[in-house]
């Protein structure tokens, strides 16, 4: 099911970019991007589509559709986690021509499941295995500090930090503020 909603977001978030193509004519024509995320608010990989705010900005957004799998816990130690998630955000470029400094902050809502094994040893010397499995909606704030190559139309390259944290509330995430890499590559049209 995660996989076939994962599919079906990718799918219209291309479609999507494909008509905002066609409507731009040739005197607006804005900065728009297509790329693949590794780890930073995508956590493992994720797509992303980026675009700025009109024509000539160095304000922009950017939505995507993201998969996240880890033997380490999100929510506690000896976790099996899972989940498909939706980074948003905002971001400002600075610099001129293709070298670009960026500075962005979002939230990445999303669908996780976790799955905890307990096993310990009973007085009889049997092992006993217990587990516990939990989904969940949750959610978590990010930020992007880092470089972008961006060519007028073609290639696509970022790297940079993520600072990752939340507020303590019902659906957050609890983590505690954690910095992760990011790398990006794809394509700027």
Known sequence: MIKKGCLFVLLALCVSV???QKSDSVAQKKNKSIYLELLGASTTIGVSYDSRVKSGSNWGYR???A???SLESLFSDGALNKGVFFPVGVNYLIGKKKHKFELGLGVS???YKWEEVYMWDTPSGDVEI????????AYYFFSDIGYRYQSAGGFLFRVGLNPSFSFKGRHAIDRSPDIFPYFGFGYSF
């Open 63 to 65: 939505v995507g559709v």
């Open 67 to 69: 998969y996240y799998q």
């Open 130 to 137: 217990r587990s516990f499995s939990q989904k969940r909606f």
């Open 18 to 20: 494909g008509f905002a």
């Open 109 to 111: 809502p999303g669908f």
